[in-house]
């Protein structure tokens, strides 16, 4: 398949489970009885958006170059996409028309500035780990790298000289026992690789992850197939530690502005002060002081 038709099969994918996953009674219209397809009609669509069943046929075919920004929010609209996926739509169509220019913390990188590694290492007492857009780990504290030493200790999930996680998530099984809800981060991380996919099309490090974790696992088809994206990354993580046991931490990611400036984002791990899992990252603290978890590449 061409670049283009890539693109277009992307597009296509995208608009059509969107539009699957809505209910006419939820847009205010009656829901029939004699449907062949789930979710809303194209035509539907279409009157909901205020343009042409036969324009926003084309538009479903992938025909998305030179689409007004009015349209496509009217197009967003109609489908009641969230804002991430919003932003995705306009990625989309602003890869399509191959003259938009990256936002510019999607330019390629260079190495991890030395004072991002710096501040990593300050921080004694939370895990941080700075990954890219593929979800390759690119530099972490030691902390970090004793949080998710099963994932860097993985033959399976190391490629290239970096711990990757959406490897881990599919490829490891030992990944089902660390993450105590495995299929959210699943999801979570089949989703953030579809959201890269829409920014760096011609990315051919991901395509080769893609096609890797594609051939490899069919929960990562399934979940590829769902078409869902996801930007931010942050919540609360359960994980059942080999070493220390269960610990339940907050997470938040990001954006690391550099020159160049990059697609990376750095991630923290903290406890709840006074919890177990406090008490738990500090075993895990002392720990990884005799123990030999060699730290990732820089990028």
């Known amino acids: 398949m061409t670049e283009p038709d890539a693109q277009r099969s992307n597009i296509k994918d995208f608009l059509t489970s969107r539009r699957a996953r809505l209910r006419p009674e ?20 279409a009157v909901l958006a205020g343009v042409s069943p036969e324009w926003y ?17 009217a197009v967003a609209s109609a489908l009641q996409l969230n804002e991430e996926e919003r932003i995705y739509l306009f990625e989309l169509a ?5 003259s938009a220019r990256k ?27 700075v990954r890219n857009g593929r979800l390759d780990v690119v530099a972490s504290n030691e902390l970090g790298r004793a949080l998710h030493a099963p994932m860097f200790n993985s033959a399976t999930t190391v490629a290239n000289g970096y711990a990757n996680f959406a490897r881990f998530h599919f490829l490891d099984p030992a990944a089902k026992d660390f993450f105590l809800d495995w299929e959210g981060g699943a999801a979570a991380t089949a989703a953030l690789l579809r959201a890269e996919a829409g920014r760096e099309p011609n990315d051919k490090a991901l395509h080769d992850l893609i096609g890797e974790l594609s051939t490899l696992s069919e929960d990562f088809r399934t979940l590829w197939a769902t078409h869902n994206i996801r930007f931010t990354h942050e919540g609360t993580k359960r994980i059942q530690h080999p070493v220390v046991g ?12 550099q020159v160049p400036r990059a697609s990376h984002e750095m991630s923290i ?7 177990p899992s406090e008490e738990g990252l500090k075993m895990l603290s002392s720990w990884a002081l005799t123990t030999s978890t060699e730290p990732t590449a820089k990028a």
């Open 269 to 275: 791990y903290v406890a709840q002060p006074g919890s």
């Open 57 to 73: 046929a084309r538009l479903e075919k992938g025909n998305i170059a030179g689409v007004s920004e009015d349209v496509l929010t």
């Open 246 to 257: 269960r610990l339940d931490l907050a997470y938040r990611s990001f954006d690391i502005t």
């Open 94 to 98: 602003h890869t399509a028309k191959g």
């Open 26 to 45: 939820e847009v205010g219209l009656p829901a029939g009885n004699r449907r062949r397809v789930p979710g809303l009609r194209r035509e539907e669509v």
């Open 103 to 129: 936002p510019a913390r999607r330019k390629k990188a260079g190495p991890i500035a030395e004072p991002v590694q710096w501040f990593l290492d300050s921080a004694t007492l939370s895990a941080g780990f």
